[in-house]
């Protein structure tokens, strides 16, 4: 089993910026890859950025020059730098990982969910 944290999360003007963190533990195998993802009131969970071990790293084009993804592998963390935030930004960010650790049946690749942080960016 593998368990998330999130913290970062906040209120903030727009034009202002905020980083969110997530640090995975438990029983890892190998990461696969580890990103954000946000939820809008009324709205579709939504891909924000995703950084691929040994790969490059991929964002929404809506937070394309405005995000920036890191990891530290040896951590298993990952963070979202989100600078010239936009009200359009404010949702709940959730971190994912996608790891190899054998511990559902018929299957080593799963997915994990951190429980969520508010971003809420005011006008």
């Known amino acids: 089993q593998v368990q998330l944290v999130e913290s970062g999360g906040g209120l903030v003007q727009a034009g202002g910026s905020l980083r969110l963190s997530c640090a995975a533990s438990g029983s890892i195998f190998r990461i696969i890859t580890m990103g954000w993802y946000r939820q809008a009131p009324g709205k579709q969970r939504e891909l924000v950025a995703a950084m691929p071990t040994g790969g490059s790293s991929n964002y929404a084009d809506s937070v394309k020059g405005r995000f920036t993804i890191s990891r530290d592998n040896a951590k298993n963390t990952v963070d979202l730098q989100m600078n010239s935030l936009k009200p359009e930004d404010t949702a709940v960010y959730y971190c994912?990982?996608?790891?190899?650790?054998?511990?559902?049946?018929?299957?080593?690749?799963?997915?994990?969910w951190g429980q969520g942080t508010q971003v809420t960016v005011s006008s």
């Open positions: 994912n990982v996608n790891v190899v650790d054998g511990t559902t049946p018929g299957k080593w690749v799963n997915d994990y």
